[in-house]
């Protein structure tokens, strides 16, 4: 299947070694500081966020930074300027620049020095659009009045000069040429499709108020074969050294002496990007041999330190200001850190303090180290300019804390927890999300741990549980609790409000252990056309399908290799030759068998000619008939009705000897809480709320509750659309098959009755144990490779996937 449904391999290993290791025990391991960190009540690195208020300031601030004693920040907002402030610490004596800009304008890295001018990378697009008609002379002329400026390095520019161009270029030209581009686009080119464009690059610097100093012809000065050019990183240091990251290397800037090379990347490919640090330090972030490095940079000679030791795996951005060296930040937490030493302190942490970062942020500053200001953004991501105070210990109130445990604990998670510590008088919670452990020599080691830690009994209270996970040993090991009493109990939330097939199919033994706020469907489709009224089909029908077509047996499915159709096979069937409940398997049937030998008509590995025989077309003109795929809403089945196959399609299933449809329910996103949680009844409060009317709406795939499943069904009828304030913007939907753009209407009424009808006939959950699986390939490569039958492989896993079986149940 696509997209959701591959993880990797490498994870899917690590699970399944881990689980063959550990399978029989109930041993606490070593190792455990994450869980047993997120554990305690921390109030050491706890502060307040006010939003900062500032008359004359923008609320939509996108950059901010230290310059001398004093903060800048930077906001685009959308009304052809770009808006450069600075002002103290405390707020006050603001001062504003304006930047003239336009909508086919973008500015990178916008930033003042100690006088009060403003530097930037301006990005310009002359954009063709769909109906123009414009000749190589036309395309190539530029009125000398619409340049941004006309100094260039190596050009001598006199005070006088400098003076004419920002007088007569910037304050009439570029605000004329702003207000015009933008009305123009507004009233002529709003609905058209932009067919090509051509790219401008400049360096430019602006006064105080607003007055263009001088530009730079970037593409001129770096001239390539591309018409693309970009600046990776640049930056002013305090002492006015303006520094460029590019392709080629790291150049420093003067007017009198132009670019000069300071570090060659002799045609490596190495992205610096610079770090400016307190009391005018500077460093360089850039990936190296060892993963993600920050060492110190020297300017004046080039010379880049050591790399530092204190990062690891994970995401990290870098501010100024204050007090450390640099500030560290990661997706949990800001650091303070000592280039000296090269340690780094825990400052601040994010869910101690209720602040709803999820990521590294890069946009702060520290006015000291306990004070910051920070770019922190909603809900729907438009950033607002924050002040964090730290809040003396003491005066931290006391709770108690819940563990929530995962593997890439995604932002719908955060945004939730977030929302509950901040609501809560009595609980927090605190992420565990063992990505931590994973390095450059093991990716899926953080699975691995993550298994170990669950089946050992060293849980945290609330598990995100991955597809690849054993969920179905879980469960009957009794790790899971029963959340059976809380739906019948809950004032709030009830089964009667769930899609009731769906929900029925996640029960074990006819109890609820795991939380599923949304789903997919896991399915094969198939033109109508050429299995009017079955609902099913065997391995035996899709070769004869294929003989009677003359499609080429390779490519019938599209491009799958041979362990992937294996792979897709067990997760959809798997289920039916394991019955967890009794322990007993049926890989021995004759239905399993002819599996496998069908299985064996498919290529071991795809050679790279096949992308270029199987065509984005080949479903369409019948060169392939089934594709093995998801669903994830009613949309994505108009994209394939419409687009990839267009014509009916049915949803027959994986193909199987056992007479059923084998579609199945993919659960998205898997909830449980730990049998041995000393929280229960707070740990419920918290995953309870993926059933909210809140949560539900803002589901983009299959919702679990009916009431927002039944919306969902009834917006697939209408043409898309987006908010703009509080008007209703619609536009249409399409799908690209090559170069072609084919419209997709909305879906008609009994487009959506015949989805919701198939989703509400399934009760089988889209299954995956990878130590099951490995079982089964690592058995099955025997038969590949003509050293066993089929019937002696499939013997052979019945008897180890039954003794793996009893033992993990």
Same mark, same amino acid.
């Given at each position: 299947?696509?997209?959701?449904?591959?993880?990797?391999?490498?994870?899917?290993?690590?699970?399944?070694?881990?689980?063959?290791?550990?399978?029989?025990?109930?041993?606490?391991?070593?190792?455990?500081?994450?869980?047993?960190?997120?554990?305690?009540?921390?109030?050491?690195?706890?502060?307040?966020?006010?939003?900062?208020?500032?008359?004359?300031?923008?609320?939509?601030?996108?950059?901010?930074?230290?310059?001398?004693?004093?903060?800048?920040?930077?906001?685009?907002?959308?009304?052809?300027?770009?808006?450069v402030y600075t002002f103290n610490p405390d707020g006050s004596d603001l001062k504003t620049t304006k930047i003239p800009s336009a909508y086919n304008m973008y500015y990178q890295n916008a930033c003042p020095d100690k006088d009060g001018n403003v530097y930037a990378v301006c990005y310009k697009y002359n954009y063709e659009y769909e109906d123009e008609e414009t000749s190589d002379e036309s395309a190539d002329e530029t009125s000398e009045d619409e340049e941004i400026g006309v100094a260039h390095a190596g050009e001598e520019a006199s005070e006088e000069a400098s003076e004419e161009v920002s007088e007569e270029v910037s304050e009439e030209v570029l605000e004329e040429a702003s207000e015009e581009t933008s009305e123009e686009v507004s009233e002529n080119e709003e609905d058209k499709e932009i067919v090509d464009s051509e790219q401008e690059s400049y360096f430019v610097k602006y006064d105080s108020d607003g007055n263009l100093l001088y530009q730079v012809d970037l593409m001129k000065e770096f001239a390539s074969d591309e018409d693309y050019f970009d600046v990776h990183d640049f930056t002013v240091t305090d002492d006015g050294i303006i520094l460029f990251s590019m392709e080629k290397g790291i150049f420093t800037y003067s007017e009198e002496n132009g670019f000069k090379t300071v570090v060659d990347n002799a045609g490596q490919y190495m992205y610096y990007y610079f770090q400016k640090g307190f009391n005018g330090k500077l460093f360089v972030s850039y990936y190296g041999d060892t993963g993600y490095c920050l060492s110190t940079f020297d300017p004046k000679d080039g010379k880049i330190g050591e790399p530092?030791?204190?990062? @690891? $795996?994970?995401?990290?951005?870098?501010?100024? %200001? +204050?007090?450390?060296?640099?500030?560290?930040?990661? #997706?949990?937490?800001?650091?303070?850190?000592?280039?000296?030493?090269?340690?780094?302190?825990?400052?601040?942490?994010?869910?101690?303090?209720?602040?709803?970062?999820?990521?590294?942020?890069?946009?702060?500053?520290?006015?000291?180290?306990?004070?910051?200001?920070?770019?922190?953004?909603?809900?729907?991501?438009?950033?607002?300019?924050?002040?964090?105070?730290?809040?003396?210990?003491?005066?931290?109130?006391?709770?108690?804390?819940?563990?929530?445990?995962?593997?890439?604990?995604?932002?719908?998670?955060?945004?939730l927890v977030y929302d509950f510590n901040q609501k809560s008088n009595d609980y927090k919670i605190k992420f565990v999300d063992y990505s931590s452990f994973?390095?450059?020599?093991?990716?899926?080691?953080?699975?691995?741990?993550?298994?170990?830690?669950?089946?050992? @009994? $060293?849980?945290?209270?609330?598990?995100?549980? %991955? +597809?690849?996970?054993?969920?179905?040993?879980?469960? #009957?090991?009794?790790?899971?609790?029963?959340?059976?009493?809380?739906?019948?109990?809950?004032?709030?939330?009830?089964?009667?409000?769930?899609?009731?097939?769906?929900?029925?199919?996640?029960?074990?033994?006819?109890?609820?252990?795991?939380?599923?706020?949304?789903?997919?469907?896991?399915?094969?489709?198939?033109?109508?056309?050429?299995?009017?009224?079955?609902?099913?089909?065997?391995?035996d029908e899709c070769k004869k399908l294929i003989q009677e077509t003359g499609v080429n047996q390779q490519y019938a499915f599209g491009i799958i290799p041979r362990s992937a159709f294996l792979d897709e096979g067990l997760k959809y069937a798997g289920k039916n030759y394991i019955d967890w409940e009794n322990k007993t398997c049926h890989f021995d049937s004759e239905s399993f068998v002819n599996f496998l030998e069908y299985s064996k008509n498919f290529m071991e590995e795809i050679p790279d000619s096949a992308y270029d025989s199987v065509k984005d077309t080949a479903y369409l003109n019948d060169e392939a008939l089934f594709n093995i795929t998801s669903i994830n809403s009613f949309r994505a089945y108009n994209q394939y009705k419409k687009g990839y196959f267009g014509s009916d399609v049915t949803m027959i299933g994986y193909p199987n000897e056992l007479g059923v449809n084998s579609s199945s329910i993919y659960p998205l996103l898997r909830v449980a809480v730990s049998a041995q949680s000393k929280n229960k009844d707070a740990a419920w409060e918290f995953v309870k709320k993926f059933y909210s009317d809140e949560y539900q709406k803002e589901v983009y795939e299959f919702p679990i509750t009916k009431a927002a499943f039944e919306e969902s069904g009834k917006l697939a009828t209408q043409k898309p659309f987006y908010m703009d304030g509080d008007e209703k913007v619609e536009y249409d939907d399409y799908y690209y098959r090559g170069d072609e753009e084919i419209k997709l209407e909305p879906m008609s009424l009994e487009e959506v009755a015949e989805v919701t009808n198939f989703i509400k006939s399934l009760n089988q959950v889209y299954s995956s144990n990878d130590s099951i699986d490995s079982i089964i390939t690592e058995e099955a490569s025997a038969f590949y490779s003509g050293q066993k039958t089929a019937k002696e492989v499939a013997d052979i896993i019945q008897s180890r996937v039954s003794i793996y079986v009893n033992e993990n149940s």
């Open positions: 299947m696509k997209g959701y449904l591959k993880r990797g391999l490498c994870i899917g290993m690590a699970m399944a070694l881990a689980f063959s290791f550990t399978g029989c025990g109930k041993e606490k391991k070593p190792g455990n500081e994450l869980l047993e960190e997120a554990s305690k009540a921390s109030k050491d690195h706890v502060f307040s966020a006010n939003a900062v208020d500032i008359d004359g300031l923008s609320e939509n601030i996108n950059r901010v930074g230290a310059i001398g004693d004093r903060v800048y920040a930077v906001s685009s907002s959308g009304d052809d300027y770009v808006y530092s030791k204190v990062l @690891g $795996n994970g995401d990290y951005s870098f501010f100024g %200001g +204050n007090g450390y060296d640099l500030y560290i930040s990661d #997706n949990t937490a800001f650091y303070g850190y000592d280039a000296a030493s090269d340690t780094k302190t825990k400052i601040l942490d994010y869910v101690d303090s209720d602040i709803q970062l999820t990521n590294s942020t890069s946009l702060a500053v520290a006015i000291s180290d306990v004070e910051f200001l920070a770019c922190i953004p909603d809900e729907e991501y438009n950033f607002h300019l924050y002040r964090l105070n730290k809040i003396p210990p003491e005066q931290v109130k006391d709770k108690q804390i819940l563990t929530l445990g995962g593997y890439y604990i995604d932002y719908d998670i955060r945004r994973d390095n450059e020599d093991s990716y899926g080691a953080g699975a691995e741990k993550f298994n170990m830690d669950i089946i050992s @009994g $060293n849980t945290p209270d609330i598990i995100v549980v %991955g +597809n690849e996970m054993p969920v179905d040993s879980y469960i #009957n090991k009794g790790l899971f609790l029963d959340l059976t009493p809380y739906f019948e109990k809950d004032p709030d939330i009830s089964e009667s409000d769930m899609v009731t097939n769906v929900f029925d199919a996640l029960k074990t033994n006819g109890k609820t252990y795991q939380v599923v706020p949304k789903f997919m469907i896991g399915t094969m489709l198939v033109k109508t056309k050429y299995v009017e009224g079955k609902d099913t089909i065997t391995f």
